[in-house]
């Protein structure tokens, strides 16, 4: 079984940076599909991106796209989440899961219960 624990979360300014890392053990992690969801208080946990193990398959959210960034370091079995022109919407705790593919993580599917988040918050 894949564990993930994620960290990078912080308090930031609109329009400000931040970089979020989601560190993979077990076994075959280097295998999976990759991404990231976030939760904002009183709504659903959405999809946000994705990235497949070999790291040539990715996908982001319409809301996120041009602005976020994923990417993958096979070798430290860690994910990473590069947040850009950051706004106040984006506020909420981030969650890293893993999957087969990052077309199933984009509808949700994922495997493994979800970690702990981390929270980003942007403030105006």
């Known amino acids: 079984q894949v564990q993930l624990v994620e960290s990078g979360g912080g308090l930031v300014q609109a329009g400000g940076s931040l970089r979020l890392s989601c560190a993979a053990s077990?076994?075959?992690?280097?295998?999976?599909?990759l991404g990231w969801f976030r939760q904002a208080p009183g709504k659903e946990r959405d999809f946000v991106a994705a990235?497949?193990?070999?790291?040539?398959?990715?996908d982001y959210s319409d809301s996120v796209k041009g602005r976020f960034t994923i990417s993958r370091d096979n070798a430290k079995s860690t994910v990473y989440l590069q947040m850009n022109s950051l706004k106040t919407e984006d506020t909420a705790v981030y969650y890293c899961?893993?999957?087969?593919?990052?077309?199933?993580?984009?509808?949700?599917?994922?495997?493994?219960?979800w970690g702990q988040g981390t929270q980003v918050t942007v403030s105006p």
């Open positions: 899961a893993f999957g087969s593919t990052t077309r199933n993580l984009q509808s949700g599917d994922h495997f493994g219960s």
């Open positions: 990235i497949s193990g070999s790291g040539n398959s990715i």
């Open positions: 077990g076994r075959n992690a280097g295998l999976y599909a």
